[in-house]
């Protein structure tokens, strides 16, 4: 037996562009594989994890969007995720909990006797440059 890999979720936008692939189960017919072959890896729906293509050796399903029975979500056809784990999607990190962690705000350093420095040659450069510009017209006569 192959081995069980999940694939990548598609937006509803992007499974538009593509030719999808629906199944309609009769009534009460948890089916959600499309394709079962004879010997290869199991496909998973990139979500929720069930079975959309049952020992299949390569994934040839160009340009598909398979949906999937169980949550709906479009998976791509051709293309495995590249994370194992379950993808958390846009539409759901409003339902994600907040972390309680409070941080502590960050203390500023002193100042050290190198900033005095570097303040002074800022300041010796600006004078020198605006020297170098000379007098210049705050408004252009036209």
């Not at 309609?24 to 199991?42: E, K, L, S, Y």
Request: proline content about 8%; aromatic content about 6%.
């Amino acid at each position: 037996m192959g081995e069980n890999i999940r694939l990548t979720v598609l937006s509803r936008s992007a499974a538009e562009g593509r030719g999808r692939m629906l199944l309609n189960p009769g009534d009460g017919d948890p089916c959600t594989v499309f394709v079962t072959g004879i010997a290869g890896n199991n496909y998973l729906c990139g979500k929720c994890g069930v079975t959309l293509l049952s020992q299949i050796p390569n994934l040839t399903f160009m340009n598909s969007a398979l949906r999937c029975n169980k949550c709906g979500r479009f998976n791509n056809g051709f293309k495995p995720a590249k994370y194992p784990s379950k993808p958390t999607l846009l539409d759901e990190v409003e339902q994600l909990a907040r972390p309680i962690e409070r941080y502590s705000p960050i203390e500023r350093p002193q100042p050290s006797p190198r900033d005095q420095v570097l303040d002074r040659l800022h300041q010796e450069f600006i004078g020198q440059w605006a020297e170098a510009q000379g007098q210049r017209p705050r408004k252009l006569m036209g």
